[in-house]
């Protein structure tokens, strides 16, 4: 089973930015980075096709970009124009419904203040 290890949080103001890693123990395919907010669900966030094709939510089009280096395994989620909103742990994974879906890694913070 490939895990995952996330990184690059912290904290920053309203209108930062921040830039995510996740690092998997072996080849992906189609990655999704997903949210959870205290006291609410885990939602996704963005997803990107081995190919690069990417999607995301409508909350945070044209604010994050999601991209992938194959060679390292590894996929990114670049946040821009960053908003309270946004504060939560953010974690990658496949999509809920890929066969390759695994074990949550332990996430990474990503807290907007001022």
């Known amino acids: 089973q490939v895990h995952f290890v996330e990184s690059g949080g912290g904290s920053v103001q309203p209108g930062g930015s921040l830039r995510l890693s996740c690092a998997a123990s072996?080849?992906?395919?189609?990655m999704t980075w997903y949210r959870q907010a205290p006291g609410k669900q885990r939602e996704s966030v963005a997803s990107i096709s081995a190919g690069g094709a990417a999607s995301y939510a409508e909350s945070v089009k044209g604010r994050f970009t999601i991209s992938r280096d194959n060679a390292k395994n590894t996929v990114y989620l670049q946040m821009n124009s960053l908003k309270a909103e946004d504060t939560a742990v953010y974690y990658c994974?496949?999509?809920?419904?890929?066969?390759?879906?695994?074990?949550w890694g332990q996430g990474t913070q990503g807290t907007v203040s001022s």
């Open positions: 072996g080849s992906i395919f189609t």
């Open positions: 994974n496949p999509p809920y419904d890929s066969i390759w879906f695994g074990k």
